[in-house]
C-alpha cells in the first residue's frame, strides 16, 4: 500500500549454540563451543567429516560427525567443495544446525546476542503505516517482542499494549506470537495513524537511518 513504510530487518546471531557433553579432558559434563574448524578423513572413495569442538574449561576437543563414512560421490559438490575449502560461511551455518546438535544431546546452550541489519523496501512520504520482515538466515532463540523491544528502543509492555489495541500484528498471526521465536517469513504490522511524530520517532528506528 502506498501509505506504508516497509523495512526488511536481517537477524543473525552472534554465538553459536553450545551442546553440553560429557569430557573425556576434565571429565565433566561441560558446554562445548565450536571452533569453526573441520576436520576430515579420506579413506577411498570414503569419507568422514567432523565439526570441532572445545571444552570451555578444559578446551579438550570433541569432534560433531557431519559425514561418517559417505561415498564422495554422493555428496553435493558444492558442500565438498566447502568442506575442502573450509569455507568459513558454510562453517557458520553448520555450527548453527540446532536439529543435529540435538541428536548427540539434550542440553545446548542458546545465546540472545544478534546482530540486525535494517533495509529500506519502500518509503512514501506522509507514511502512516509500518511493516518489518524478517530475514532469519540462522536459528536464532529470540522472540518477537525482545527483537522489536531492542529495534524499535521501547518496552515489551508498550509492544504488548499497541497489540492489545489490535495496532500492531503480524502474520502469520498466531496465538502468542509476540513471545514466539522470530523466523523468516514473519512480517510485522504497525498502525501509526495516530501517532503525529512517528516519521521521526519510528521511521529511523526502523530504517536504521541517522536521526
Ligand atoms: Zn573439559
Redesign the pocket.
Known amino acids: 500500500m502506498c501509505d506504508t513504510l516497509r523495512v526488511r530487518w536481517t537477524v543473525t546471531p552472534k554465538t553459536a549454540p553450545q551442546p553440553w557433553i560429557a569430557?573425556?579432558?576434565?571429565?565433566?559434563f561441560?558446554a562445548?563451543r565450536s571452533s569453526d574448524k573441520i576436520r576430515l578423513n579420506a579413506n577411498g572413495r570414503r569419507l568422514d567429516a567432523w565439526l570441532i569442538y572445545k571444552?570451555?574449561?578444559?578446551?579438550?576437543t570433541w569432534n560433531r560427525p557431519l559425514f561418517e563414512r559417505q561415498n564422495v560421490r554422493d555428496i553435493d559438490p558444492a558442500v565438498l567443495h566447502a568442506l575442502q575449502s573450509n569455507d568459513p560461511e558454510w562453517i557458520r551455518t553448520e555450527s548453527f544446525n540446532i536439529e543435529a546438535l540435538k541428536r548427540k544431546t539434550e542440553r545446548i546452550d542458546e545465546f540472545p546476542e544478534f546482530d540486525l541489519v535494517r533495509e529500506v523496501l519502500r518509503e512514501t512520504a506522509g507514511w502512516t503505516r509500518m511493516e518489518i520482515e524478517l530475514a532469519v538466515p540462522l536459528p536464532v532463540g529470540i522472540r518477537l517482542d525482545r527483537l522489536l523491544a531492542s529495534g524499535l528502543e521501547m518496552s515489551r509492555t508498550r509492544l504488548q499494549a499497541l497489540h492489545e489495541k489490535g495496532l500492531l500484528r503480524a502474520h502469520p498471526d498466531r496465538a502468542g506470537l509476540l513471545r514466539r521465536r522470530i523466523r523468516t517469513g514473519v512480517e510485522v504490522m504497525v498502525d501509526l495513524s495516530a501517532v503525529p511524530d512517528r516519521e521521526l520517532s519510528w521511521g529511523p528506528l526502523a530504517t536504521g537511518s541517522p536521526r
Request: net charge positive; aromatic share 8%; glycine share 28%.
Open positions: 569430557c573425556g579432558g576434565c571429565g565433566g561441560r562445548f571444552c570451555l574449561a578444559c578446551d579438550k
